[in-house]
């Protein structure tokens, strides 16, 4: 320890031994032989000290060492070398503090993740629910409280029971039995719960189950509100439902306007020499009755094509400004004979109605269509209401009833105290074709032509049904600003005939040409027949006189019948034009020919339509 042997030690001081000036602080041998008690110390060497040894730790233990009378003459030390344990309790003491430290490190490392937590359940913006097994909630979030319009206090006191729509707890309650069999780890579903207010909200839960460490089971739910995911899921497939009845509106509105042009001149072949031999025959003639036979048919084939025309909103119309309660007031006599005289029919007009711009032969249509169907549908006595009013529909009314359109409008009504339809029966209803009726009953299209109808005046229908209790259609017109139209009614007087006028007739269908030639010279008209457009031109170059009225198909190779009558006009500035066409409007509205103001009669056209109608034109021109 010192480096010194024994003869250099012995008899000296021992401070001086370690080359100290003085006993050092706290010296176990000075304490021994001031007290003459025993004393340690565990001294550590300094360099200061100048001792061999520089680190390391020392016991150091005097006693006082006494004589025979007990005088204290010295001290006997033993010092012991404990450098070691004192490293060893030196890396103990380390080893607790990096123990400690770490300890509370990870106390707040799981402090931190609890907070996490608890804020990512009660911060979510989707509901998060603790459940007992049994019902009761045992901790639940904001936005759960949000969705259900409850405080966090009131949903404490409830069940998910009471939350819960009676026709799903079942299929819930079946899979919290099988989570806490062990029989599946999670389930997911949609369900109906009642909100506070007691509307109807719609849910997406996903449940597991949670163990702690005694054993106690929990359920943990997510739970999303998507009540506004299902009401777009439910407008997509009504959005859906109206392009699949459109997609078939298209098809079969293609389907008659394909047939239409020669089907049309077809019919008008046989109805033009049906009437011409009816006329040539004597009244008493049994082949004059045979004719009017063959010429009802074809009238009825006419009646069938139209409908499918008005049905796929292709037909051509003259759309005027129209006092709705004044066309339905001049109907009344003729409804009344149509549906019979057991069934009261019942009239409700409106104060002050709007107008609207429609062609008022569609009208005719609707009115007759809806009282004929009303009509059916009642088995013995009962009453038939035709009622107009205006009404006017906001963004939020048509955001809450599907197929409604915002806008001003004119409704006409027509109810009855039928049999009524049920569901199934009004979602086919205006389906061209479907028919409740008996075979041979009906043609299945006056709904689809009515549906059409509206559709093509940009209006809408709604329906109301209940069975045995009865219908009502209800028709919405959008309102139009304008002055009245004057409505010319048909004539009933004889055919009026003509007073030697001339007329250039150009038709590409040569058969409905010479039709068309042989009953306006009977109806007294000189007529020049041309099969072309140049042919046409040509003649009227030719021609030595005046040509007073220009009857012109409206399709035709090379030429349409709009740009014949311009080219004409050029060379007879007084020359007035009559078109005619079996072609949809679809087709022929590009034309110009359906333009207010124009001339314009739709094959298949009778001898006394195409009279009126001549001399009416004629009879205008001034």
Known sequence: MTGL???????????????????CRGCPVTLAIEDGEPHEAELTPQN????????GSWLSKAVPLKDAEGRI???????????????????LNQLNNELETRIRQRTADLEKAVETLRNAFDCSPIGKALISPDGPFLRLNPALCRMFGYSKEELLTKTFQDLAHPDDLKAILANNKQLLAGEIDAYEMEVRGFHKEGSQVWAQINVSLIRDSAEQHSLIAQIQDITRRRQAAKETEELRTQFMQAQKMETVGRLAGGVAHDYNNVLGIIIGYSELSIDKLEPESLLRD???????????????????????????????????????????????????????????????????????????????????????????????TIETKNVVFDEAYCADNA??????????????????????????????????????????????????????????????????????????LSRHVGKVSSIQKKSTAEIPYGSGESILVVEDDVSILNLTRRILEELGYIVLAANTPENAIRMAEEHAGTIHLLITDVVMPKMNGRDLSMRLQSLYPE????????????????????????????????????AVKVRDVLKNSG
């Not at 200061?48 to 680190?55: A, E, K, L, M």
């Not at 003459?73 to 890396?91: L, N, P, Q, Y």
């Open 5 to 23: 042997s024994l003869q250099e030690i012995e008899g000296k001081k021992c401070y001086s031994v370690w080359r100290l000036d003085s006993p």
């Open 48 to 55: 200061q000290y100048q001792w061999p040894i520089s680190q």
């Open 73 to 91: 003459i010295g001290a006997v030390e033993t010092a012991h070398d404990i450098s070691d344990r004192k490293k060893a309790e030196a890396s």
């Open 290 to 384: 045979d004719l009017k036979e063959i010429l009802n048919a074809a009238a009825r084939a006419k009646g069938i094509t139209q409908q499918l025309l008005a049905f796929a909103r292709r037909q051509a119309i003259a759309p005027k400004v129209l006092d709705l309660n004044a066309i339905v007031k001049d109907m009344l006599k003729m409804l009344q004979r149509l549906i019979g005289e057991n069934i009261d029919l019942a009239w409700i007009p409106g104060k002050d109605l709007w107008y609207i711009k429609m062609d008022p032969s569609q009208i005719d249509q609707i009115l007759a269509n809806l009282c004929v169907n009303s009509r059916d549908a009642i088995a013995d006595v009962g009453k038939i």
């Open 403 to 476: 197929g409604f359109v915002p806008g001003e409008y004119v409704m006409l009504a027509v109810s009855d105290n039928g049999f009524g339809m049920d569901k199934e029966t009004q979602d086919q209803i205006f389906e061209p074709f479907f028919t409740t009726k008996q075979p041979g009953k009906g043609t299945g299209l006056g709904l689809a032509t009515v549906y059409g109808i509206v559709k093509q005046n940009n209006g809408f229908i709604n329906i109301y049904s209940e069975p045995d209790t009865g219908t009502t259609f209800r028709l919405y």
């Open 575 to 610: 020359l007035k034009c009559l078109f005619m066409s079996g072609y949809t409007a679809n087709v022929i509205a590009h034309h110009g020919v359906l333009d207010e103001g124009v001339n314009f009669i739709q094959k298949p056209v009778s001898k006394n339509d195409l």
